[in-house]
């Protein structure tokens, strides 16, 4: 395996709540490779989108932030301001879920995009407006010398999130960070999405990570995938192998409450029973405890650590795996 | 089965700058009593509308719409107003579907209200059954702010704020499209329940085949404005006729690696419905359409034992 482009390194994200600080993030450690795909996979808080923030240093002001980011030999932690800056667009860029937040609704596409360009590549107007209409065709957007002059909400909701990775890619970014992406988008402009991403990523040997709660979206576009839940990573592992042989009961319950194609119409899903833990008040033992049918006393008592005792390849963090 | 609601040659229109919209253009379809009818669709496809336009929220340009033998185009806003006690709606999005600044009893109670129950005991006593038939505590929930619940728990809230007046038929709309995928899991299931327990008759509107395949007897699939195609959910998944049925078939979204995904999804989305396309409407995006497409509207007929497509070319003739 080449150097890692991405490594975390015992990440913590702490957010002041009236109740007492949150562990959003309760230390994560994750590396990737050039133009390699992680899917992220987790429930709404998680930690998956505060752990994609941390990566990017786009976190609340007030969230408390531990460990290191390393990221191409640079620890993003402690890197000035400026620096950051300049890294952002040409080496690190990001897609929300909402693509009418993250786009201005006053602006039109084409100013957005030619922004982007001068800022980060110092492009010229013209120089910029060419690209960006290469890049809104890439993408996959009919006329796009049209689209240039029009709003955000002229658009389509696919057509937007179509928008927010156009500009993405314009610098040619080393790692796209794509936070549930198509959890906005009906199923078939969901495929969409997805392919173009798979696309890019692979024209482009790019890295991207993937994050959604879906274990559907990550099963054939990622190379490995990690589980999140309550703050931690308690699974990861190569992609086909996790489906094959996944050994953390969450995940199992996880892909089990998805509808399944096959099975006939009103056949009761195995629905994971209660919520996930109040973070402010961590378990002593295993977070997903309270909701695993095989918990006992040792569950209970003790964390159980993200390992691989086995040597087989995949980590986890279980004290009865599957 | 005897149809409880009936919906015949609906069209309903909305002016846009000086266009006409058609978001629902004759559409006809029945839900027997106690019966789950998916219906499914594209964003703007027109489900929404016609769940709103069945309610009378949205007053119909045309068409009928028969509640056990009752037209309700024709009722006037106070008959209208008693009837709604018998259908209700459920929507996407749980917590903007609940007020702020209300404690949950309140909201819980406010259609008993609304219905003329004055005795406070009697309300009291309501709430907290159908608080504790959607599994949520009673005595913890009343007296809080819907921000102190999670999205499930809301829509939970949303559940039983509809069930408590014992409606016939609930409209859902997008029921669990906000919810993670562990939460969509509880809230279908507390469907089915709530189904058998009150004896309710569903519409249930999704844009997601997968999730409405676990709660449809049958499936109506929607676009622009049109049926395409109407059958058994389980005849409608193994031989789908419309070409647009497969399409959303192909692009659900498998959690098994070894299935790559559908490479042939069309590139697009639907095109306006404010100038949708001669013939058929999904012909621009359609694998099968040839000439006859552009110019003659396609009839839904049966093609098989209670399935019926609108198309000049249907997958596997049958």
Known sequence: MSAPLLSVEGITVDLPTPRGPLRAVDGVDLTLAPGSTLGIVGESGCGKTMLSRAVLQLLPKRAKLGGRILFAGRDLVTLPAEELRRLRGPELAVVFQDPMTSLNPVLTIGTQIVETLQAHLGMDTAAATRRGVELLAAVGIPAPEQRLRQYPHQLSGGMRQRVAIAIALSCEPKLLIADEPTTALDVTVQAQILDLLAREQQRRHMALILITHDLGVVAGRTDEVAVMYAGRVVERAPTPRLFTRMRMPYTEALLAAIPKLDSPPHTPLPAIAGRPPDQTRPLKGCSFEPRCRYADERCRAAKPPLADPERLGGLFACWHPL | MSALLSVRNLVVEYAIGGKTLSAVADVSLEVGKGETLGLVGESGCGKSTLGRAVLQLRRPTAGKVVFDGTELTGLDAEKM?????????????????????????????????????????????????????????????????????????????????????????????????????????????????????????????????AVVKAVSDRIAVMYLGKLCEVGPTEKLFAQPAHPYTALLLEAIPVPDPSVKPAANVPIGEPPSPIDPPSGCRFRTRCPRADAVCAEVVPPLEEIADGQFAACHHPLSAR
């Open chain 2, 81 to 209: 107003r008693l009837m709604r006690r018998r259908l209700q709606l459920i929507f996407q999005d749980p917590i903007a579907s609940l007020n702020p600044r209300r404690c949950i009893g309140d909201i819980v109670a406010e259609p008993l209200i609304i219905t003329g129950i004055t005795d406070k005991a009697e309300r009291d006593r309501r709430v907290r059954e159908v608080l504790t038939a959607v599994g949520l505590d009673a005595d913890l929930v009343t007296g809080r702010l819907p921000h102190e619940f999670s999205g499930g728990q809301c829509q939970r809230i949303c559940i039983a704020r509809a069930l408590i007046l014992e409606p016939e038929l609930v409209i859902c709309d997008e029921p669990v499209s906000a919810l993670d995928v562990s939460i969509r899991a509880q809230i279908l299931n507390l469907l089915e329940d709530m189904k058998r327990r009150y004896g309710l008759t569903l519409l249930f509107i999704a844009h997601d085949l």
